[in-house]
Each structure stands twice: as C-alpha cells, then as structure tokens.
C-alpha cells in the first residue's frame, strides 16, 4: 500500500521529468524539475516478478505525478538491457530477461517510455549536473559487485548497435604479469574479466587468495589505512589493476572526464590513486584526463533516468 504524497511542490513550466530505478530489490523513483531540482521521490519492494514490477512502475509514477501535481516523461534504468526489438537480456533481475519491458511500460502508463541500462543512467545523470557536468565526453564506471560503464558524448548517451557500449568490464585485464594469468572466471564465460579483478569480489578473492584470510573490501580497506602490510599490498594490487584497465579506455576514448561509481568509489584514496599511476600505461606523453568521484551517489541511477528524454532530444 503507497501511502498518500508530500504537498506538491510548485514546478516551472518545462514540466517534470519522473525518473526510475528499477533494482533487484527496490524500485526507486524520482520528480525533478528542469532545473534539476529534486520535487518528490519514493522507494517501494521490488516484486520479484514480471508483471507485479510492470504494477509497481505504474503505481510509483502515479504517486509521483500526484505529489508535484502535475504528469511527467518517465524514463526508466534497469539492469541489463533492451535489445534492437525492444526484449530485456543481460539483466540480473532475472524476471525481466526475453520480455518486452518497454513497449509494456508504455502500454501501463498510456505513453512514451525510455529504458535505458542502469550505468547509462549514472553516467548521464553525472554528466548532465554531477562530476561530468560541462564535458563533452563522460566516462562513468561502476565498481562494485559487478563492473559496469557508460559512455556520455555531448550531453548523449551512446548505446551501439549491440547495445553495450561502455562495458569495459568484459575486456581481458590488461598488460597481465605471470600471476594474473589465466585470470579467475568470470559469469560470462570467459577467463581474467577486468571485472573479476576490480569488483569489490574481485578484490576480496584476491585478498583471501595471497593471505588466507576472507575479509570482505571494506575491511581490507580500513587494514590498509591502518598500516596493514598485507591490506596494503592488496590495495596496491588493485589500484595498479583499475589503472591498467581505465587507461585502456582512455587510449580508446580519450574522454574528458571518469566519474567513479558503485561501492568502491568512496575508497578514501581512489581518485589520487589511479591518477598517479595512469601516465605509466596512458598512451602519451601527459595524462590530462580527470578522475572524479561521483557528486550524486546512490541517486545518480534515478536521476540520470529522468534526464534521458532530455538527452535524446540534445542531439
């Protein structure tokens, strides 16, 4: 049961962008104004089924429009993503996997509906008015469970024709030493994922694989500050492998802007960490290349959903 709205909030005459984060656990939703300003926002249960998400997607949007009083474009981030004809795949919520996600949306709430994937949404919402804002190309990453990416280029998230653009985590590690070869295996299939070294179980693997000893990241984190010898040296070894791996795409993309992401972005000393290390693998004689952390934390996904509509306009 939604319990009834806030008072609604004035709202300009642009009209109001609804924004939704559609997670394993919770669904997240959002009003903003065109300025940015966040109007109302609610959290409800993820449904652990199909058409009680499609429901609760519905129900969240009404409960939104009724507290700024007013209808909004709606745009949704999810895990996974929409293929050509418009069918979720790649998606953790398993639930959604091989159906037709939009074209239901649209069909629940009587109108247009943009699904994007949910590090697409970060980086947007980064680039529009967070670490990125002003650059013309972004370059968001999400470290934690997983590892994610989305590419922003001129206000514009860019997707490709497979639809995963800006996933770096599926590329081998590279520069590999001796010891890091043949790499864990990953979920997908493959061996030495840049996502099986820099995830948050990435790190902990690595951790429980030199010392014996399971910790999870935060720990080894928090050791290492301390002076731990060994958490220092995992921390190291981390470091040194996101580095290598966003100066690959930095050799690729050359974006103006990484704006760090997920759990393992509020590692104290990350930003200044990859800094440091990226002229030794970054191809070229200076490094100018900012490293951010990210300004709208847990809020970007929802955010950055609410601007897609904006977004597909400014091109």
């Known amino acids: 049961m939604i319990p009834p709205p806030p008072t609604a909030a ?9 924004g ?6 919770k ?6 104004g065109a300025d940015g300003q966040e109007l109302a926002r609610r959290r409800v249960p993820t449904p652990r089924t199909y058409e009680g998400s499609l429901d609760a997607i519905r129900d969240l949007v009404a409960w939104l429009e009724d507290a700024v009083g007013r209808p909004g474009s709606v745009g949704v981030g999810m895990p996974g993503t929409v293929s050509a004809a418009g069918i979720v795949k790649n998606a953790n919520s398993t639930w959604l996997i091989g159906l037709p996600l939009p074209s239901d949306l649209e069909a629940r709430l009587n109108r247009p509906v943009r699904v994007m994937n949910d590090a697409n949404c970060f980086t947007l919402s980064e680039a529009t008015d967070g670490a990125g804002a002003g ?9 934690g469970t997983g590892v994610g990416g989305g590419l922003v280029v001129e206000g514009r998230c860019l997707d490709g024709p497979n639809r995963i653009a800006g996933e770096w985590g599926h590329n081998p590690l590279p520069w590999p030493t001796a010891e890091e070869q043949p790499g864990p295996e990953c979920y997908c299939g493959k061996m030495g994922c840049v996502e099986t070294f820099v995830s948050g179980p990435g790190l902990e693997r690595d951790h429980l694989t030199v010392t014996g000893e399971a910790l999870d990241s935060r720990e080894v984190a928090r050791r290492s500050g301390d002076g731990d ?3 220092r ?4 070894r981390y470091y040194d492998r996101l580095t290598r791996s966003l100066a690959t795409v930095i050799n690729v993309v050359d974006p103006d802007v990484v704006v760090l992401g997920g759990g393992l972005s509020n590692l104290v000393e990350i ?3 990859v800094l440091d290390r990226l002229p030794a693998w970054v191809f070229s004689d200076s490094v100018a290349t900012r490293v951010a952390r990210n300004v709208h934390g847990d809020a970007s996904g929802v955010r950055g959903a609410a601007w897609l509509w904006d977004a597909a306009s400014s091109g």
């Open 271 to 273: 930003e200044q960490a």
């Open 27 to 32: 669904i997240e939703g959002a009003a903003l």
């Open 135 to 143: 650059a013309d190309v972004v370059f968001g990453v999400i470290l």
């Open 10 to 18: 004035a709202e300009d005459s642009q009209g109001v962008r609804i």
């Open 233 to 236: 040296a995992t921390m190291e």
């Open 229 to 231: 010898p060994e958490a």
């Open 20 to 25: 939704i984060d559609l997670g394993g656990t």
